[in-house]
C-alpha cells in the first residue's frame, strides 16, 4: 500500500500563489496527477506528471506548474495567479505505471487525503 503525506493548502488572497506537496512512501511513482473537486462539483483533472512530460487542464495553463522530485517520491503543484475558480479540495494521484490517459481518475490507483485550498477575494 501507498501512505500519502500531503500538505501546502490554505486560506489565498485572488491572485496568490501556494505550493502544494505530496510525498509517497512504499512505492515508486510512476505516474503523478493532481485533481481538483470543488463543492458540488466533480473532480477534475489540475495536472499530470509522467516520464519527462508535464500536462495541464486548459484553466490552469500558464498559471499551475507541476514537479517532481524522483528521489524523494514526491511531486510538487505550485500554483500562480490564484483565482476563486480554484478554490476545492486538492487530491495528489500516483500510479506505479505509465497506461492509462493523464486525465482520467481511473489511471491512478492511489490518492492522497486532499487539502483545502481557499481563495478570497
Known sequence: QVQFL?????LVQAGGSLRLS?????RTISTWGWFRQAP?????????????S???????????T???DNAK?????????LKAEDMGVY????SEGYRGMHSSPGTYQYWGQ????????
Open 6 to 10: 500531503e500538505s501546502g493548502g490554505g
Open 22 to 26: 505530496c510525498a509517497a512512501s512504499g
Open 40 to 52: 458540488g462539483k466533480e473532480r477534475e483533472f489540475v495536472a499530470a506528471s509522467r516520464y519527462d
Open 54 to 64: 508535464t500536462y495541464y487542464a486548459d484553466s490552469v495553463k500558464g498559471r499551475f
Open 66 to 68: 507541476i514537479s517532481r
Open 73 to 81: 517520491n514526491t511531486v510538487y503543484l505550485q500554483m500562480n495567479s
Open 91 to 94: 487530491y495528489c494521484a500516483a
Open 114 to 121: 486532499g487539502t483545502q485550498v481557499t481563495v478570497s477575494s
